[in-house]
């Protein structure tokens, strides 16, 4: 992989301030980050995203570590490139758009201070304008945008300059959730179009998981797990990473039996349950089993020939528009189960049937 950006061992110590991870904001942090990738930093408030992020670009010097820019150390021992020296482009989550100025130049901005000769601002403009679809607004105050425009201009302002890496903190957490939505797919689809590098900050799990090709979980100034979004779903490296990426239910086990390579027998609440682990485990161990609610399937009566079906009771039934959310009692947890609209309709304390996939019961330590 050709690495754009590169993070070896960062760690950060703010003077003062509450700390996570063994007194520190960021605790020795590595990943790399692929020419054209789409990269996220995902994790709960305080794990220290923004702290990583900001010392890539540069606006907070790393305690230690050593950070790369296109294979060029811009942080390394004593060595820091001042941010308006690195090759990159941020929008952060207050996109400040500048009121006094029109689009146009909020972002010809950047290139005016810079040393763009006169005679490349407009074009180059025009190009990152027509990029995020705001080409027609450009005499427009840039206070006179909704949301989403000026969340388009300040992208346009950070991509103008072309530079190597884009990096992103939280850029949609301003918008109400409609906007957000959307803006996810134009954010990614901008990001392909252009094949910029980029580096996203979110807690939020959807918008990491939907747009990133890959995502570095934190916890504690740590990083927890580095991971496609599908590995990251499927194949949680431990309870925390079950817990935050994606709604699953948790059962307390004990390993029974292993079976071949992933396959293992779990004892449980529910009694036995066939499950799988990407994880090496000993008989006897105690473990948690999670089950996503789409990986449970709801029945009247009790289905032939299927492993791991229980008796739950309903408790309570939401409606979320494309699909029902069941609450479920089963072995006297609350398990969640997704099922569609528009079949059997359910009321609480029906009695049913639930049938949890083999290969989707999954163990974390
Ligand atoms: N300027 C500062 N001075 C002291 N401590 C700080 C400072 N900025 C952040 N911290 C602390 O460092 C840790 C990491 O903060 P950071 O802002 O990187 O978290 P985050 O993952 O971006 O969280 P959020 O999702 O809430 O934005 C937190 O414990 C925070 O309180
Ligand atoms: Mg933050």
Not at 133 to 141: E, I
Not at 212 to 232: C, H, N, S
Not at 259 to 279: I, K, Q
């Amino acid at each position: 992989m050709n690495s754009v950006v590169q993070v070896v061992d960062l760690n950060h110590r703010y003077p003062g301030g509450p700390q996570s991870g063994a007194g520190f904001a960021v605790h020795d942090v590595s990943f790399e980050v692929g020419e054209g990738e789409f990269f996220a930093l995902l994790g709960p408030s305080g794990c220290g995203k923004t702290t990583t992020l900001r010392c890539i670009a540069g606006l907070e010097r790393p305690s230690s570590g050593t950070i790369r820019l296109n294979g060029d150390p811009v942080v390394e021992g004593k060595r820091s490139v001042p941010t308006h020296r690195r090759d990159i482009g941020m929008v952060f989550q207050d996109y400040a758009v500048w009121p006094h100025m029109t689009v146009y130049q909020n972002v010809a901005f950047p290139l005016t201070i810079g040393r763009t000769p006169r005679k490349n601002v407009r074009p180059m403009v025009e190009e990152a304008l027509a990029m995020v679809g705001l080409d027609h607004l450009a005499d427009r105050a840039g206070t006179q945008l909704s949301g989403g425009q000026q969340q388009r201009l300040s992208l346009a302002r950070a991509l103008v300059r072309k530079p190597a890496v884009l990096l992103l903190d939280e850029p949609l957490s301003n918008l109400d959730a409609a906007l957000r939505e959307r803006m996810r797919g134009e954010l990614r689809q901008i990001q392909q179009e252009v094949r910029i590098t980029t580096v996203l900050v979110t807690h939020d799990q959807v918008e990491a998981l939907s747009m990133a090709t890959r995502i570095a979980l934190m916890k504690d100034g740590e990083v927890v797990q580095i991971a496609t979004p599908r590995e990251l779903y499927e194949r949680p490296a431990n309870k925390f990473a079950a817990e935050f990426v994606g709604s699953g239910t948790f059962y307390d086990a004990t390993v029974l039996e292993l079976r071949g390579d992933t396959g293992l027998l779990v004892e449980t609440s529910l009694g036995p349950v066939s499950a799988v682990s990407h994880h090496r485990h000993a008989v006897g161990g105690a473990v948690s089993m999670a089950i996503r609610p789409e990986d449970v399937a709801v029945h009247d009566r009790p289905p032939d020939s299927t492993d791991n079906v229980f008796p739950a009771k309903v408790r309570n039934v939401l409606y979320l528009g494309g699909a029902m959310d069941l609450h479920l009692e089963a072995g006297g947890v609350l398990l969640r189960a997704q099922v569609p609209v528009g079949g059997r309709s359910y009321a609480a304390d029906d009695s049913v049937y639930v049938a949890l996939d083999p290969r989707r019961c999954v163990v974390v330590a």
